[in-house]
């Protein structure tokens, strides 16, 4: 059972559009949510991540936007570049088991140019 | 700073081998991973140490992975014997502790296994 359900599988986006990947949870144990931006042939890399007391945090043209009722967050891309070519993944801590960290099954972006 | 590295960075061996795979996490950080990736997929914790105690291995193949983190430095990983299902990128990491939480978890580049 995936504790932390990841859409879509893949994406594919022109230069300069913006790139969307959504993620959802039930656990209410669940504090802190990281993204991590893997490129091929590396470990993942923390992108950006937020505290469910916080509807949204921006950095550069990175931003999640966190819906708590909802049990939902976010990743917007704006002005995607082909740099920004990668398997993203949400992630959550769960706080309730050692602070495990849980994973998403990852998005994998193309940005064409 | 200098990253988490691992060594061998691939390694392609028969069914029913042994294979090592080492890590030395960055300097300081006293909680250190071992994830398996498997291709078009997350990563999946194996077993976690804070300092040289292991804190999770719930997820870890007893009968054939093992770990050991001497002196709460660098780290092993051994497979023994190797199956077909073991190919997968082993990617270690490390954090201060409670890594996730606020704390960022750092990893290598990962090793790559193929078993064949």
């Known amino acids: 059972q995936q504790q932390v359900k990841q859409s879509p599988q893949s994406l594919i986006v022109q230069k300069g559009g913006i790139s969307i990947i959504n993620c959802a949870y039930e656990?209410?144990?669940?504090?802190?949510f990281p993204w991590y931006q893997q490129f091929p042939g590396k470990g993942p890399a923390l992108l950006i991540a937020i505290r469910p007391d916080v509807s949204e945090k921006k950095e550069g043209r990175f931003t999640i936007s966190f819906n708590k009722s909802a049990k939902q967050f976010s990743l917007h891309i704006m002005d995607s570049q082909p740099g920004d070519s990668a398997t993203y993944f949400c992630?959550?801590?769960?706080?309730?088991?050692?602070?495990?960290?849980?994973w998403g099954l990852g998005t994998s972006l193309a940005v064409n140019p | 700073e200098a990253g988490v590295a691992q060594s061998p960075r691939y390694k392609i061996i028969e069914k029913r081998q042994s294979v090592a795979f080492w890590c030395n996490p960055i300097s300081g950080h006293a909680t250190l991973y071992w994830y398996q990736q498997i291709l078009g997929q997350g990563p999946k914790l194996l077993i976690q140490f804070q300092n040289n105690g292991v804190v999770d291995d719930s997820q870890l193949p007893k009968d054939r992975f093992s770990a050991e983190r001497l002196k709460g430095v660098d780290s092993t990983l051994k497979i023994q014997p190797a199956k077909l299902e073991d190919s997968a990128v082993y990617l270690c990491?490390?954090?201060?502790?409670?890594?996730?939480?606020?704390?960022?978890?750092?990893f290598g580049e990962g090793s790559w296994l193929t078993v064949v």
């Open positions: 992630a959550a801590v769960d706080a309730g088991n050692n602070r495990k960290l849980i």
């Open positions: 656990n209410t144990a669940f504090d802190y």
């Open positions: 990491a490390s954090s201060l502790p409670f890594g996730g939480s606020g704390n960022t978890i750092y």
